[in-house]
């Protein structure tokens, strides 16, 4: 069975970091392509970072310099370091893989508010 699991998500001030994790079981993510979206309240899911299974990375432009997106192989895990954060990275952030099919997990809760 084929599970994406994301966690790190939680309340921050402006200015701060969080790290979310997006741990597979199921599938090996260093051989499929992984993406970083986010759904804010009342608008559609939208790509954030992608990570190919070669390595190579891409951002969409209002994260850029801010966010990063990497990969542990060992742990099947991807990451997005998020610094910076602004009130209007507030969403709900999913990861997805796309093996066989486009696996998505359930999301976890980003709130930047002071």
């Known amino acids: 069975q084929v599970q994406l699991v994301e966690s790190g998500g939680g309340l921050v001030q402006p200015g701060g970091s969080l790290r979310l994790s997006c741990a597979a079981s199921?599938?090996?993510?260093?051989?499929?392509?992984v993406g970083w979206y986010r759904q804010a309240l009342g608008k559609q899911r939208v790509s954030v970072a992608r990570?190919?299974?070669?390595?190579?990375?891409d951002y969409v432009d209002s994260v850029k310099g801010r966010f990063t997106i990497s990969r542990d192989n060992a742990k099947n895990t991807v990451y997005l370091q998020m610094d910076s954060l602004k009130p209007e990275d507030t969403a709900v952030y999913f990861c997805?893989?796309?093996?066989?099919?486009?696996?998505w997990g359930r999301g976890t809760q980003v709130t930047v508010s002071s």
């Open positions: 990570i190919t299974h070669g390595g190579g990375t």
């Open positions: 199921g599938i090996t993510l260093r051989i499929m392509p």
């Open positions: 997805s893989a796309d093996g066989a099919y486009r696996y």
